[in-house]
């Protein structure tokens, strides 16, 4: 791949970054409301808000505060939580951690086995399996998460009494090995995961059986048949061809990823990014709210930087070259 | 090119009574019907006809790769004394490419995109060795191949994309004489090409035939590269064999009113004042069951017996056969046909 390619293609993504942060910045400062409401107004002088304004710098002109704000993020400085009194990174990675412990293993784990479903059906096209199959995963799909994840608590907790019912830890649990707090961790991670896997399963499906009905027909299948290719290769050479659209799909999940599952986490009570970002939103915790929409925002452009590259080597047909 | 009648055992292909059908939306259309012509060791044949007329069927169903609406209707095709129309799949696999290979139309579309086309000729060998040669061995056999055909050796790691049109057509043809098969079926190799690309292309078929002894079935349209490279042909018309046999023979002295035609709607450079003609209508519908001769509806010199009776395919001399029923008025119909449908060439008017 080209140098110049990459590098300008860098440069495109620092200007991108750039333009959300600040449109993020005005968008939080649009929003009505104000972050001393917080603390349940009116028990509050007006110069004890005034003092807490002035503490976090909000009395400050807002072209003032706009720079302030870029020149300590550009120094990495994200700021400190007005509602956990903590710079905003220890609020952050945990929650993030918590967010990506759920959503990279159910997400991967839906694009492996719903692209080798999604090629299979397609592959088998018009026969009682597919429409199955292919019916199966619009249901799914369609189904609301927080419905589904109802549906799971009350079969698997409540009648079954298999799982824990939220939380990503039993409270009260001291004293663990590193193997039990694993063990314990799985446990209460296993209905959110298989909720979030049925979740993104289906579009998986849908799409890599689309690109793969696509293949169907194509000559050089044929002609891989007529070379004495058994069913079998033939078949691999088409999942080859049509996996070039699953990927950028896939890549570009893993980047929305970064922003957890509001409904999700909220049914399962899990501790991750998606609520961390919606109360920060809610108590006009900017720094929190900015610094979570920040990071999503930079990992799906970033997937998407990640696409652009890949393609040259998912297909060689697709080059880089100056104009 | 009645296969009965030639001596079986220099008999490598033969194609018996084809019959192929397709299911079409309710109705079943015969695309082959009884198909008989025989291939000799060595030896170059042109299956002619206009687009519609089942040559590509008639490649398809050799190699048993028709589509999942058609299917072998009846007939057999023996290669090597083998009846291989009831193989089962796996058994095709081991008859595809080892012993009949396809060149085909576009070979833009015939390779793989994401693949070098020297893994793709790899492929093919190891798809049909049981105990393969190392890939070094190999890759140096496809290099010699690219060399035969006139590509450079150091271009097989390129993708099919980096070809031009004559280029990938001359790397499917390497390939197709990678295993040494028996039998290579070109399916309208020079269609997609342009006419210095065809010019080369034929060339390269015709010293393969001519040097390396390969038998060929050329398939297409244009009557001009058949009598380049081939020894004897058949014309098709709506699914039948109409006339065959030695091509001197058919294209001298055409028996039937289609070859005639056929023969008349191609311009000459020799003959720049020769009138051209171009038949008037079109073949019969696929699903259209016929009860006579299948160009009866376009012929002008059709009888009420034409409309009605299926004619016999006739031997009008050694290596000559015909399927009409007024072969005896032939002669006449040669010179009626310029009359009846000529149109001057561009300028000659």
């Known amino acids: 791949m080209e140098r110049r390619y990459i590098a300008s293609r860098i440069a495109q993504t620092i200007i991108t970054l750039y333009a959300v942060l600040t449109l993020m910045w005005v968008l939080f400062r649009l929003v009505p409301g104000d972050p001393t409401a917080m603390f349940l107004s009116g028990r509050l002088s007006p110069e004890d808000v005034e003092a807490i304004r002035k503490l976090w710098g909000l009395d400050q002109p807002l072209h003032v505060q706009y720079f302030k704000y870029m020149k300590n993020l550009s120094m990495g400085d994200l700021g400190i939580s007005f509602s956990y009194r903590e710079p905003v990174l220890k609020v952050m990675l945990p929650a993030l951690f918590n967010t990506l412990i759920l959503m990279i293993p159910s997400i991967l784990m839906a694009i492996v086995v719903g692209t080798l479903m999604g090629t299979n059906l397609g592959w088998k096209r018009g026969s009682a399996r597919e429409r199955i199959g292919v019916v199966l995963s619009l249901f799914v799909r369609s189904f609301p998460v927080f419905l589904t994840g109802i549906i799971v608590l009350m079969i698997f907790v409540h009648l079954l009494g298999w799982f824990p019912l939220g939380g990503m830890r039993t409270i009260g649990a001291f004293g663990l090995s590193w193997w039990e707090r694993f063990l314990d961790v799985s446990h209460h991670l296993a209905l959110p995961f298989g909720v979030a896997f049925l979740y993104y399963v289906g579009d998986v499906v849908v799409i890599s059986r689309t690109s793969m009905l696509e293949m169907i027909g194509e000559e050089f299948l044929q002609f891989a048949k007529a070379r004495g290719l058994s069913d079998k290769k033939v078949k691999k050479i088409a999942m080859r061809n049509a996996i070039i659209p699953v990927i950028t799909y896939s890549t570009i999940l893993i980047g929305f990823a970064f922003g957890g599952q509001v409904l999700l986490e909220v049914v399962f009570a899990w501790p991750g990014v998606g609520r961390l970002m919606v109360n920060s939103v809610q108590i006009h915790d900017y720094p929190v709210a900015q610094a979570a929409f920040f990071l999503m925002a930079t990992a799906v452009i970033i997937a998407n930087l990640l696409v652009d590259f890949s393609y040259g080597y998912l297909d060689p047909r697709i080059s880089i070259q100056k104009r | ?349």
């Open chain 2, 1 to 349: 090119m009645q296969a009965a009648i030639e001596n079986e055992n220099e008999m490598l292909l033969q194609v018996d009574d084809l019959k192929v059908d397709y299911q079409m939306e309710g109705a079943v259309g015969r695309a082959v019907d009884g198909v008989s012509f025989a291939l000799r060791k060595g030896e170059c044949i042109g299956l002619v006809g206009e687009s519609g007329s089942g040559k590509s069927t008639i490649a398809k169903a050799i190699l048993k790769l028709l589509p999942s609406n058609g299917a072998l209707a009846g007939g057999r095709v023996i290669l090597k004394g083998r009846d291989i129309s009831h193989f089962t799949e796996e058994e095709m696999d081991a008859i595809r490419w080892a012993e009949i290979s396809l060149v085909p139309q576009s070979a833009m579309n015939a390779l793989n995109p994401v693949q070098r086309i020297s893994s793709q000729m790899v492929e093919t060998f190891l798809a049909h060795q049981a105990k393969a040669d190392s890939r070094k061995t190999l890759l140096d056999k496809c290099q010699q191949l690219f060399e035969m055909v006139g590509l450079s050796r150091n271009r097989i790691f390129d993708y099919p994309h980096q070809f031009s049109g004559g280029m990938r057509q001359r790397a499917t043809i390497a390939m197709a004489i990678a295993l040494e098969p028996s039998v290579v079926i070109a399916d309208e190799p020079t269609t997609a090409l342009d006419v210095i690309m065809q010019a080369q292309i034929i060339n390269l078929l015709k010293s393969l035939s001519e040097d390396k002894g390969v038998s060929i079935i050329l398939i297409t349209h244009d009557i001009s590269i058949v009598a380049q490279i081939c020894q004897r042909v058949g014309v098709m018309y709506a699914g039948r064999l109409v006339e065959s046999g030695d091509i001197l023979k058919v294209f001298n002295n055409p028996f039937h009113p289609y070859t005639m035609g056929l023969k008349a709607a191609f311009p000459t450079i020799k003959e720049l004042k020769k009138t051209l003609i171009s038949i008037p209508g079109s073949p019969p519908l696929l699903t259209k069951r016929l009860e006579g001769c299948c160009f009866s509806d376009r012929c002008p010199f059709s009888i009420e017996q034409c409309q009605r009776v299926i004619p016999h395919t006739v031997t009008i001399r050694e290596d000559h056969y015909v399927a009409c029923h007024r072969i005896e008025y032939a002669e006449r119909f040669r010179k009626e046909i310029i009359d009846i449908f000529g149109t001057r060439v561009r300028g000659q008017s």
